[in-house]
Nanobody
Framework: QVQLVESGGGLVQPGGSLRLSCVVS????????MAWYRQAPGKQRDLVAQ???????TYTDPVKGRFTISRDNTKNTVYLQMNSLKPEDTAVYYC????????WGQGTQVTVSS
């Protein structure tokens, strides 16, 4: 069974940076497009970035130019580098495929506040 384990969140001031990691168990990682999602309190879970098996990336407008998604197939890990963070980026961040194929992990909390 595939497991998703997110980490790297924390409390950061506006303008700061964080790097999130998601380790995906199982050998099929390299065959999957992966995505990062976020869910703010009281809101739905939204996809913010995705990366294909050939490392082509797409981003939603709110994070474009500030976030960078990447992957390391040797480590079964997908990353999200978040720069110039804003209070509205505060959310729990999750990884999964764009089709939400796997059971959700616990997520990692990102709080942007002064």
């Amino acid at each position: 069974q595939v497991q998703l384990v997110e980490s790297g969140g924390g409390l950061v001031q506006p303008g700061g940076s964080l790097r999130l990691s998601c380790v995906v168990s199982g050998s099929i990682f390299r065959l999957k497009t992966m995505a990062w999602y976020r869910q703010a309190p009281g809101k739905q879970r939204d996809l913010v970035a995705q990366i294909t098996i050939s490392s082509s990336t797409t981003y939603t407008d709110p994070v474009k130019g500030r976030f960078t998604i990447s992957r390391d197939n040797t480590k079964n890990t997908v990353y999200l580098q978040m720069n110039s963070l804003k209070p509205e980026d505060t959310a729990v961040y999750y990884c999964n495929t764009p089709f939400k194929t796997y059971a959700w992990g616990q997520g990692t909390q990102v709080t942007v506040s002064s």
